[in-house]
């Protein structure tokens, strides 16, 4: 089945790293999503890794794939106030139309 | 300037009627999809289309329909067998329906009074 969890909340002083945790039960994902959605708005795509990648860097975010434990990570670098939002990691099951299964998202508050 | 226009930002109904939302895009793409985000939940996927003409149900489809007439355009309408359609509403599209990068537009809120 298909079923992509992630805590609701994180809160992180500026300037240090954040770090968002997804899990997902399906193991035959091919491609692994992250977004972002400020208040109000629609989702950016921040990046997103293929499944035979275990980690991918760009700029102030790094991304960790483990696989075997079905466990996505976000790690954003010296974190900023304009990075406060929810985060939202998704998942694309090999073959499907598709069409894209989330997370309930994680909604992280940069503190002054 | 390429994106998906949502209109309008914010919808207000009242109970038992149908409203319908635009969902337009200028980036050339073959595959939209129609998603409903509530408070605290990941966001559901509604209805999408793979091509025009042609579209498929998603998890929570009952109470909303849509049509594909043209590429650019995929409206929806919540109608009135929509138990609880005070939600977040959310239009997507992609080049293609197997391509990577989902584009999302600025969504609209509805509220039914």
């Known amino acids: 089945g298909e079923d992509v969890e992630q805590s609701l909340f994180l809160s992180v002083r500026e300037g240090d790293s954040s770090v968002i945790n997804c899990t997902y039960t399906?193991?035959?994902?091919?491609?692994l999503y992250w977004y972002k959605q400020e208040p109000g708005a629609g989702l950016q795509l921040l990046t997103y890794?293929?499944?035979?990648?275990d980690m991918k860097q760009d700029q102030r975010l790094t991304v960790l794939l483990n696989k075997k434990d079905k466990h996505l990570s976000l790690r954003i670098a010296d974190t900023q106030t304009g990075d406060s939002a929810i985060y939202f990691c998704?998942?694309?099951?090999?073959?499907?139309?598709?069409?894209?299964?989330f997370g309930s998202g994680t909604q992280l508050t940069v503190l002054p | 300037d390429g994106g998906i226009t949502q209109s309008p930002k914010y919808l207000f109904r009242k109970e038992g009627q149908n409203v319908t939302l635009s969902c337009e895009q200028n980036?050339?793409?073959?595959?939209m999809y129609w998603y409903r985000q509530d408070p605290g939940q990941g966001l559901r996927l509604i209805y999408y289309?793979?091509?025009?003409?042609?579209?498929q149900k998603g998890d929570i489809a009952e109470g909303y329909s849509v049509s594909r007439e043209k590429k650019e355009s995929f409206p929806l309408t919540v109608t009135s067998a929509q138990k609880n359609p005070t939600a977040f509403y959310l239009c997507?599209?992609?080049?293609?329906?197997?391509?990577?990068?989902?584009?999302f537009g600025p969504g609209t809120r509805l509220t039914v009074l």
């Open positions: 998704a998942e694309v099951i090999s073959g499907s139309a598709r069409q894209l299964t």
């Open positions: 997507a599209s992609k080049r293609e329906p197997q391509g990577n990068e989902q584009f």
């Open positions: 980036l050339n793409h073959d595959a």
């Open positions: 289309s793979q091509i025009v003409n042609d579209f």
């Open positions: 399906d193991s035959s994902s091919t491609y």
């Open positions: 890794i293929f499944s035979n990648m």
